[in-house]
């Protein structure tokens, strides 16, 4: 595969153009301040509850945004950044178009590295879920409707809860704690960037953690629908990384959301319209389109 080929004679120049997202995207920063700005104004107009802890290191909390109606379906949105950026409050304007189609929203936070490694923010994300799963009930969730999704880092973040043995990390959580995931713009084969010098002094990672870290060299835990999307503006290595999963997890696989004329940024705010194909495709994924 040329792939494969790639990561035998890698082309470091070749990969630190295509992972470098905010070099090709140059107007990324409008893109930030207005996903704060909306975000704020959401927060201010939303029935919330922010910095809700999972656990008790400083980036373990998460904003829950219930939704008053619908049928306990929730969402938890995982933030990209690269694993070292962003926060989850730049994401709270997904809130209004899921909570208005009856979807709970609960945006999680991590510690974000070099001060923790990408494993530990794994571990992380494997607490968020189960504080969900355990409290859904208590903000008028269902532990069966329970989703996960995320973008960038959050895409590979969401894969690899949907590889996570629940019974073996927590005896009281259920094999199949998720009952689908959404996979925007993510990193499934974690070895490229290895070689990607803009970020190796934050992830330091070598081919060893690569690997264990790489969704698309491991199976899912359950049949549990895995649904991708990938901008059709964005690098072809984000293309290879979004096609790479729907070929490896195919028994899980629901389908790819294409997204033309969206760049990495612009893809995501799909989620906070209505009327866009990924709207559509998660409202698929949740079975809330009948």
Sequence with gaps: MAGEARMNAPDKGFLN????????????????????ESSALARSRMSSLLDLAYGNMPGETLDLFPARKGDGTCLMFIHGGYWRSLDKRDFSFLAPPLVDAGISLAVVNYDLCPKVTIEQIVLQMLRASRWLWLHAEDYGMDQDRLYVGGHSAGGHLSAMLMCALWPVFDAQLPRDLWKGGLAISGIYDMRPLVYVDFLQADLRLDEASAVRLSPALMMPATRGPVMTCVGGDESSEFHRQNALLGERWRAAFAGDVPMPGKHHFSVVDGLAEHDSALFAGLRRLMKLDK
Excluded: G, K
């Design 17 to 36: 153009r295509q992972y470098n997202n905010r070099e090709l995207v140059p107007d990324h920063a409008q893109y930030f301040a207005r996903w704060q």
